[in-house]
């Protein structure tokens, strides 16, 4: 019995880790001149205007295991507003927050 009251809350922590990095995998982004095209993993693919697009930022870990949580980042758009972004990786773009970013300057200009 003690046994299984260890094993079932390491059980739960595998498994949430598993379930996060399905939800990465299956995300997309898509930086064009059209705009930024976001597609968090089981939510509908949104699509922001180039112009209402601030710049990338990454996303702070917060909590007992922020070590633990994958790396995912965070779009800023002019109202203030943040579009959360499971995908560090655009086509065209390469991979990260400063890629990203170098993306949406060199579309801009």
């Keep these: 019995m003690v046994v299984a009251l260890v094993l079932f809350p390491a059980a739960l922590l595998v498994l949430a880790g598993i379930a996060a990095l399905l939800s990465i995998r299956g995300s997309t982004l898509a ?7 976001v597609h968090n993993y089981r939510r509908p693919v949104i699509l922001v205007p180039l112009d209402r ?55 801009r200009s």
Excluded: K, Y
Aim: glycine letters at 8%; proline letters at 5%.
């Design 31 to 37: 930086i064009t001149a059209a705009g930024v095209e």
């Design 53 to 107: 697009v601030v710049r990338f930022e990454a996303n702070r870990a917060s909590g007992n295991f922020s070590s633990l949580q994958p790396r995912t980042a965070v779009l800023v758009l002019t109202d203030g507003s943040r579009l959360p972004v499971r995908s560090l990786a655009a086509p065209d773009a390469g991979t990260g927050v400063d890629a990203l970013n170098a993306r949406i300057d060199a579309l």
